[in-house]
């Protein structure tokens, strides 16, 4: 903890997920005690993270794999939103302003200064889109210096960052020259290196989040989330 008792949302975070150290965790506990605005972000936040986790589970197949991945971002933006909505009190204004934009909008590069591209499958069409929309965010219409794009990758879309594996490493070096940045889950790394898979990420990569941290961080920024 902070010396002066101030808990940022990284400690919040790693408590949850239960990665601090016994001495830290007590403290947290004893602070979460004697603040309940303390008390009530651990609960908000614990909230949050087990709606995206329930948003990313996979729905019962059938149909097009479109369709899911369509289904599921639409359970992961309406689970995101209406927490944030009840946790901030907002008005009913900011709900419906909330835009969780699918990857087949054209109007959607046009809309924010600032987006996460989020990639959850190998397939190669999808990390092309996904490369492209970023390239389009940056130089194209309506682009400003101050526009920010990542680009966060897990499930088997971590395949678009791995060095030995991804056909895009080209693409990534550009795109990280003109500040995109690259996010590769560090969990998803974490699972195929416990079943004897060496991961070996590009120069670009970084892997210090899991792919639901940093989507929870940045949806809480405000931030446009585009599945791809």
């Not at 995206?52 to 639409?74: K, L, W």
Request: net charge negative; proline share 3%; with cysteine.
């Amino acid at each position: 903890m902070n010396r002066d008792g101030k808990v940022s949302e990284e400690q919040l975070n790693a408590f949850i997920d239960g990665e601090l150290d016994t001495e830290d965790e007590s403290q947290l506990f004893e602070l979460a005690d004697e603040s309940p605005e303390l008390d009530a972000r651990l609960c908000q936040q614990r909230k949050l993270k087990e709606m995206v986790q329930h948003a990313y589970r996979d729905i019962p197949h059938g149909g097009t794999h479109g369709a899911r991945n369509g289904s599921r971002a639409r359970v992961l933006g309406l689970a995101i939103a209406a927490l944030l909505l009840l946790a901030t009190g907002v008005s009913v204004g900011w709900f419906t302003s909330f835009k969780l934009a699918p990857a087949n909008n054209a109007t959607a590069v046009a809309q924010s200064d600032t987006y996460l591209l989020h990639v959850t499958t190998s397939d190669p069409e999808r990390m092309r889109i996904a490369l492209r929309r970023a390239d389009e965010l940056m130089n194209g219409p309506g682009a400003t210096d101050a526009r920010r794009v990542e680009i966060v990758a897990n499930e088997s879309g971590l395949d678009l960052l791995r060095s030995d594996v991804t056909p895009f490493a080209g693409q990534i070096k550009a795109l990280a020259a003109q500040d995109v940045l690259f996010f590769a889950c560090n969990r998803a790394i974490a699972r195929l290196e416990s079943e004897g898979v060496q991961v070996k990420l590009v120069p670009e990569a970084n892997a210090d989040y899991s792919a639901l941290d940093r989507v929870v961080l940045r949806l809480k920024q405000g931030w446009e989330y585009v599945k791809i």
